[in-house]
């Protein structure tokens, strides 16, 4: 079981830190800045992450535009990962996958936030990817698989 959750930080990390480097003034959420450069390359200048005041001990997020930039405030970075993440699915129509050869096509033209959206997290405890997924996925990865690639979204 050590072996699974030492698994998960790890991917957790991987996650977070960034390979490539982007040059947003905000240092505290540089992670996030990183995370948005590897998924949209030469993008990540077209956000504002803010932080969010947690609300009732919830973890949440927000999601809006203003001055042609896409704001995403979260109560934590995996909250705005989570806002970042809505942003792609319903704006960008478009998925992140844990296959590094699913690439993320996203517009030229990043759409704006229509209006502000709110989300809080409902769960006090929740997990990465499911029980059988490093047994019957993973076990066949190979380290570029783990790694990603320059034209992946790790």
């Not at 930080?9 to 490539?20: A, D, H, M």
């Not at 030469?42 to 927000?62: P, T």
Request: hydrophobic fraction near 35%; charge should be neutral; proline fraction near 3%.
């Amino acid at each position: 079981m050590n072996a699974v959750k030492n698994l998960l930080i790890v991917s957790g990390l991987f996650v977070l830190i960034g390979l490539n480097s982007c040059s947003p003034d905000n240092v505290k959420h540089q992670n996030i800045y990183q995370l948005i450069e590897r998924i949209l390359p030469g993008k990540s200048s077209q956000f504002i992450i803010e932080d969010l005041k947690q609300h009732d001990g919830n973890e949440s997020f927000e999601l809006s535009s203003k001055d042609g930039k896409i704001i995403i405030k979260g109560t934590n970075d995996q909250a705005i990962a989570k806002g970042f993440n809505l942003y792609l699915n319903k704006y960008c129509n478009t998925r992140v996958s844990w296959y590094k050869d699913d690439l993320v096509i996203a517009p030229d033209v990043l759409p704006m936030v229509d209006t502000t959206i709110t989300r809080e997290c409902r769960f006090e405890k929740r997990f990465f990817l499911n029980y059988c997924t490093f047994s019957y996925t993973t076990l066949w990865w190979q380290w570029d698989d783990w790694k990603g690639s320059s034209t992946g979204w790790l």
